[in-house]
């Protein structure tokens, strides 16, 4: 990521919020020389050998005064300097720029004091020198020098020289109201007030100038500054930032505070109220005042500036890290939604299922909506026009989008997924219990009593056929049907299960078609044969006591038969016809023969039909035995169901 970096003011925006410079400082950047104070040059003012008293020229430019204290002989040349260096500095840079008068009074003193000064002023003067007044020695000795030495000395100088032979000649050039009493003025100096305002105003331009060096040193920290990477680097930017900004501005308002008392107490002295605005102490104040109230400003002005450039990218961290964050949690929700891939096996853990996925929604809907609140700050973001890069915002935000999409979706999809395997186990449970009830309904059926009665065939073949039909409850036609239903609902995972109940109702639906067949046979009454009598011919009357043999045996045939096995009428019956070759007496035997090898055949049928029967049924049961062993106890015995298989039935086989 482009690391944003904090764009400062252009540069003379910040010299021009930092500026404080004094006027000794400004007049002492003029020369080219150090910042002087009025501790530097203390032990020079008291003894008076330059004085600034206030006063004006009709031009307007500031008057220096060299009082006549025959002291000036004494100053060192590097004294002489730095204290006209430093009365310099005091006017304002605009008075400074109107440049200088002079008057050297040495009217108790020699000519060679006029000279000593006039030299020193000609050599080292910081600023412009327009005329230089020399109220000239008034003694008649010195007098005549100072006439013969001024024809030859006055184009010695850069500057314009006036001697005065009298205060008068003076008062020509200067207005009385300009000078002090000692020169016949009307102007009231106290050097010793001025010197204490000179302390004081100082003090107050050395504060705002430690308030300008430590916004200036704030101002470059925050340009070196680069901004961090992280929400908690930026909060604690912004809040050691925010804290240096506070106590910078209570130090302005201190100093501000200092300033205005300083100018009342000046203001205040009704005394010293004239000759402190006169001596410019006043307006350097107020001028001081300005300048830390529009210092003021432009600080605010620069730190809200750079305040809303430090909630933007607190705001721009906060909507990465929050993509993070989401980024590893749907990392962490996609992993668990591909895991999920049971669909269970039965309708209860379907229900359980589905509820687990309907909670596991719930939950993820709380960091979708979360998402979808970090998408509307990133879009709000980029609604900034030139603060957010696009490059950075906008993918972040369609990554998002897309993996709450593919969230939903999959979450969704297994919903469906599970709604149809609860569906489908129902139809197999339902089938289960289908195939239970048939084969249930199949072993509860007697075949020897159908065999014996058509009636109960009729009842148990209307049984079997309603049992059919009840594969209507579960919407559909016929049996056939399940087929169709669970091919076209089975999935991968429940392929195995399917087959199985697949087979379970092939193998009910033909049992159940081939004992339909079977009933159907047994409940067709068979028709019996109509049996014709052929009448016996009469018997001849027999004489009295004649031919009693021949009754006799009749008899006794007759005996024989009545007491014989039916089934062996027509073994007996067919031999004793031959043997007696009597066709009118066999004819009634012959019928009943019919009728024994008719019932013999109806119970051949009968067997064949229940040895069919038997041998079905044995069938069935070794088929179910064999589907129970495979679908229950083959799956138990594998390592893979091993650990699901209750510890009581283990080792049971």
Known sequence: QQQQQQQLPPAECINSLLEHISPAAAAAAMSGEGVLNIADVADLLHPQHAIITGGRSHGGCPLIIFPDNNNFNLLEEADYQKLILYLTSVPSLQDTDLGFQLI??????????????????????????HVVYVLRPSGLFQKAISEVSTKFSKDEY??????????????????????????????IYSHHEWIQQRISLEKFSSLTHQVSTELDIFIQTIHDTEFPNSVEATQRLIDVQGNDYERLKEEILAAAKHGETLLNNIKGNEEIKEFSERTGNVSAIERLLVQLEETERRFDEFWRTHRNRLQQCLELRRFEQDFRELQTIFDAHLKCVAEMTEIGESVERVDALMADTKHYQELSRVDIERAGEVICAGQQLLGVRGVYPWEIVQPKCDELQRV????????CKRLEILAKNRELMERVEKANQWCAN?????????????????????QSLQEIQAFIASAAEFKLSSPSEFKKIFLESTTPETKALVSQVLQRIDDVSLMCDKRIASLKKLAVKPTRPVQTVTPEPAVPLQPQGGAPHLLRRKHKADLIHDLRPRSMDGVIDSSSGSLNGDTTSSSPDSANHLQNQQDAEARRIHRGHVLTELLETERIYVNEMASILKGYRDQMLSEEMMHLVPASLQGKE
């Open 404 to 411: 709450c999409d593919i969230i939903s979706e999959r979450l």
């Open 104 to 129: 050297i009074d040495r009217r108790k003193d020699k000519w060679t004091s006029v000279k000593t000064a006039l030299q020193r002023i000609s050599i080292y003067f910081p600023g412009i020198v």
């Open 438 to 458: 048939g084969v249930e309904l199949l072993a509860s059926q007697r075949i020897e009593k159908c065999s014996a009665s058509p009636e109960i065939a009729e």
């Open 158 to 187: 850069r500057f314009r020289l006036v001697i005065c032979s009298a205060l008068n000649d003076l008062h020509e050039y200067i207005d009385k109201s300009q000078l002090t009493v000692d020169m016949g003025g009307t102007l």
